[in-house]
């Protein structure tokens, strides 16, 4: 049906109206595409701030929402705009699909997308920070479908164009993604390596650059990882001291579900160590802090639970 209309309407209408309309419907995606990744992430650089026309939605689960509705025809888009020649809003969006990725696990369904904007990037503007920006949503795409040799290739070009941008806060977040795809695999002293270079990259970032409001709380993150990691290597010690420093941020932020992830990764080191009656509380404290939707993080905590009951 969608060929016959095409081929109908090229004949009745002409290309240069067809064209003209195809670029008013790319528009017109692009906008709420733009407006819904905004509600679902307000605070992260890695989503466009919103177009001043346009809807704008209520809040992060109604943007989420948004996006799931349109998925499939933004994912649609991307190529369509790809084929239209109009590069610059194929790239914008594909990046405006990360929060469908980062917050709805629709990693099967965007992938085509991203291969196809990534690959866009790199024809058009290599070495830019939107195409670090599309490896690096595509490596963590790859990532969460377990194809592990595809993810660390488009991590490593990640890092490569943010590097390549002068970008140091995509840098260091691309080589942070490298760590936590070796952290996946339990390639821990990997992994600790990648996040030490990327706690040394984000030291870089100097008063008046870009991104220096958001370093404290990167470098708590990437010492929550860090803490990961040692755990893994059996550094327990260290693990305890790095994930306790950063319970105590997140607490002071009041960002009550990364705190709860740092008092699970706590929770975890303790139990290592022996330290089970320690380790169900910080459980506890961490099923306190999150809300009935944090599904998954619940479950995880109620299987840590049992096995520190059962290891008594």
């Known amino acids: ?14 290309i240069p109206d067809c064209s003209a309309a195809v670029a008013r419907t790319l528009d017109a995606l692009l906008n709420r595409a733009l407006h819904a990744a ?29 996006l799931a509705a349109e998925a499939g025809n933004l994912v649609r888009a991307v190529s369509v705009a790809r084929e239209y020649q ?19 696990g629709h990693w099967d369904e965007v992938l085509p997308a991203l291969r196809i904007a990534a690959r866009c990037a790199e024809e ?3 070495g830019s920070r939107i195409a670090g920006a599309l490896h690096f949503q595509l490596a963590h795409c790859l990532g969460e479908l377990g194809r592990w040799e595809e993810a660390d290739r488009e991590a490593e070009a990640a890092a490569r164009a943010e590097r390549e ?28 390596e990648r996040f030490v270079e990327a706690e040394a990259i984000y030291g870089r970032i100097a008063q008046g650059q870009e991104g220096v409001e958001d370093l404290s709380r990167a470098f708590a993150l990437s010492r929550r990882h860090q803490g990961r990691a040692l755990r893994g290597m059996g550094r327990l010690d260290e693990s305890r001291r790095l994930l306790e420093t950063v319970v105590d941020f997140f607490g002071q932020q009041g960002e009550a579900y990364n705190q709860a992830r740092a008092l699970t990764d706590l929770a975890e080191t ?5 330290e089970n009656a ?18 998954p993080h619940l479950g995880y905590l109620a299987a840590l639970r049992l096995r520190c009951e059962v290891a008594g």
């Open 38 to 66: 905004h509600a679902a992430l307000p605070q992260s650089w890695r989503t466009e701030p919103a177009p001043a026309q346009g809807e704008a939605y209520r809040d992060e689960a109604e943007g989420v929402a948004a």
């Open 86 to 104: 109009h590069t610059t809003t194929a790239l914008r969006l594909g990046r405006a699909l990360w929060p469908l990725q980062l917050k709805a």
């Open 278 to 295: 320690e380790a169900l509380t910080k459980i506890a404290e961490a099923e306190r802090l999150l809300t009935p939707a944090a599904t």
């Open 165 to 192: 941008a002068g970008h140091l806060r995509g840098e260091a977040s691309s080589v942070e993604l490298q760590g936590l795809l070796n952290l996946h695999r339990w390639l821990y002293e990997a992994a600790h």
């Open 1 to 14: 049906m969608r060929r016959h209309l095409a081929d109908t309407a090229g004949p009745e209408h002409g």
């Open 124 to 126: 058009h503007q290599p």
């Open 270 to 274: 303790l139990h290592d160590a022996g």
